[in-house]
C-alpha cells in the first residue's frame, strides 16, 4: 500500500514515542510485528528478508544475553550460573527482551520509510509538516549518503581480502587495527563527497531558510487511507499519553479515583 511521504513521517514519529512510553512486552511485540510486516511489503526478495531478519535476530540476541548477564538491579532471579559468579537473570532476560523489541522495532519503521520513500519526496513532505528546510535538507542527504558509504565499506573489504586480510581470523589487535584501516578512506571519500556537495549547491543559490526552493507535492496528496492511519495514530498515541499520565499520577499519590482502578490495572499490565 502506498502512502503519503507525510503520513510515513508521521508513523516513523509515532512508533518512536511509543518506543518511550511503552514499557509491556506485549504492545511492544504487537508494534514491532506490526512493523515488521510492513517492512516485509516493502522487500522484494527472499534474500533480502533474510537478510534483514537475521540482523534484527542477532541485535535481539546481543541486547538479550548482555542484559540477562549484568543486569544489575534488585531483586533478581537466577535463572542459571553460566561460569562462575556469571549468571544468567530472569528479569535481565525481560528487561533485553524489552529493549531488544525497541530497538528492532525503530529499525523496521526506519526501514520502511526509506525503502518506500524518494529521497525527494520525503524532503517534500518534510517541508509540508513544517519542517525547517535546513534541518530537513540536511535529514535528507543524510539518508541519500547511506548507500554510498555502505559500497564504499564493501570496496574497501573487498581490497583487504584481495591482499589476504581475513577479519576475525587473526588476533583482536591485527582485527582492531584492520578495521581502523577500513574507516580511514570511507572516512575521506565521505568528507569529499561533503564538500563537492556544500561547493554544488552554494553555486546553485542554497539557502538555509529555503527562500529559493520551489518544492510541491506533484501528483500527491492525503487520501482517505492516509487520513484514517493518520487518525487511528493519533486516536492511539492520545490514549496511550492519557493513560500513562493517570497511571503515573496514582503511583506517585498525586491523584487516586476508586473508579479508576481497572484502568490503573490495564495501564500496569498491558502498556
Not at 535476530?57 to 538479550?64: F, K
Amino acid at each position: 500500500m502506498a502512502f503519503d511521504p507525510r503520513t510515513k513521517i508521521i508513523l516513523l514519529a509515532t512508533i518512536g514515542v511509543l518506543m518511550v512510553l511503552l514499557d509491556s512486552p506485549i504492545m511492544l511485540s504487537f508494534c514491532f510485528f506490526s512493523v515488521f510486516g510492513l517492512a516485509v511489503t516493502a522487500i522484494r526478495s527472499w534474500k533480502k528478508i533474510g537478510i534483514f531478519t537475521g540482523v534484527l535476530v542477532i541485535g535481539t540476541w546481543g541486547t538479550i544475553y548482555s542484559q540477562a548477564i549484568f543486569y544489575d538491579r534488585f531483586p533478581r532471579t537466577i535463572l542459571f550460573t553460566l561460569v562462575d559468579n556469571v549468571h544468567f537473570y530472569r528479569e535481565g532476560l525481560v528487561h533485553g527482551m524489552i529493549q531488544s523489541l525497541r530497538f528492532s522495532t525503530s529499525i523496521s519503521v526506519g526501514y520502511y520509510v526509506i525503502s518506500t520513500t524518494k529521497v525527494r519526496d520525503l524532503l517534500v513532505g518534510l517541508i509540508k509538516l513544517r519542517v525547517p528546510y535546513g534541518l530537513a535538507f540536511m535529514t535528507t542527504v543524510a539518508i541519500q549518503y547511506v548507500p554510498f558509504v555502505v559500497s564504499d565499506a564493501k570496496i574497501v573489504i573487498q581490497s583487504q581480502r584481495l591482499r589476504g586480510f581475513r577479519y576475525f581470523r587473526f588476533n583482536v589487535l591485527r582485527t582492531f587495527a584492520g578495521f581502523l584501516n577500513a574507516i580511514r578512506p570511507i572516512l575521506t571519500n565521505s568528507i569529499r563527497r561533503a564538500t563537492n556537495l556544500s561547493q554544488v549547491i552554494e553555486c546553485r543559490g542554497f539557502s538555509v531558510d529555503g527562500t529559493n526552493r520551489q518544492a510541491t507535492l506533484r501528483g500527491q496528496s492525503f487520501g482517505r487511507v492516509d487520513l484514517a492511519f493518520i487518525l487511528i495514530q493519533f486516536i492511539l498515541l492520545a490514549a496511550i499519553v492519557i493513560l500513562k499520565i493517570l497511571y503515573f499520577l496514582y503511583a506517585n499519590g498525586v491523584f487516586f479515583a476508586s473508579w479508576l482502578r481497572p484502568v490503573y490495572t490495564f495501564t500496569k499490565e498491558v502498556l
